[in-house]
């Protein structure tokens, strides 16, 4: 069934930006004494990736009521996952990203939820370090192109029969969180709708565009 433009709108309080407020803190690690100052995070990864609450009205396909809604939402869910994190590490920067579907697209789009704070790489696995290998579902604890992450995955089914297909999954069948520490500070994704080695490139890219010059 094709994409709502509605389901943009409930991705202001969806499953990730507002669990993550709780889950980003999980495993991250203990709060340091000389913490350095965390970056600004941009409005915009690449051609695919903008921040939440930049998305426009047209393509929310919003009212003026609704629209007005889910950017106040937007920042309120960031303004509290980060006043949280903040209080347990002196210092924090959450963004929430979209993958802006076209017109027509089908599923849910890709989201990347992004946090900083100041410390060192602590351990990943929002889980539970237990592996799951059963059918239908799977997690397993990865190192992703030199990143910790934790990756779950279903199996693709047939949308008519609701049986495994035997496919390989796709982007829209993980949720995956990968993290790595720079210059004392520890840069946390949590993603739905992305393959681990995009999370990774997506990794990257935040290094990128916060690098200090």
């Known amino acids: ?13 969806g499953a990730l930006l507002l669990a993550g407020a709780v ?51 937007t920042e309120e869910s960031e303004a509290a996952a980060q006043k949280v994190l903040a209080s347990q590490y002196d210092d924090a920067v959450v963004r929430a990203y979209i993958d802006v579907p076209d017109p027509g697209s089908q599923g849910m789009p890709a989201q990347i939820a992004v946090t ?11 889980s539970g370090p237990f592996p799951v290998d ?11 192109d030199g990143y910790r992450c934790a990756v779950a995955w279903s199996e693709p089914v047939d949308d ?12 829209a069948d993980y949720r995956v969180q990968c993290r790595t520490e720079r210059d004392g500070l520890t840069y946390d994704l949590y ?15 935040v290094l990128e565009l916060t690098e200090k010059g």
Not at 32 to 54: E, G, I, Y
Not at 160 to 171: A, F, N, V, W
Request: zero cysteines.
């Open 160 to 171: 008519s029969t609701g049986m495994p297909t035997g496919k390989e999954p796709t982007g």
């Open 23 to 73: 889950g980003f803190g999980v495993g991250l690690p203990e709060l340091v004494d000389d913490a350095s100052a965390v970056p600004t995070l941009p409005l915009k990864l690449d051609d695919r990736f903008v921040a939440l609450q930049t998305v426009s009205q047209e393509v929310t396909g919003a009212d003026d009521e609704r629209y007005a809604t889910f950017i106040k939402e």
């Open 134 to 144: 059963e059918s239908g579902a799977h997690y397993d604890l990865e190192v992703v």
């Open 191 to 205: 993603t739905n709708g992305l393959t681990p080695e995009e999370v990774a490139s997506y990794l990257d890219r």
């Open 1 to 13: 069934m094709p994409i709502a433009r509605s389901t943009v709108v409930g991705a202001a309080t």
């Open 116 to 126: 900083v704070v100041p410390g060192d790489t602590g351990l990943v696995n929002p």
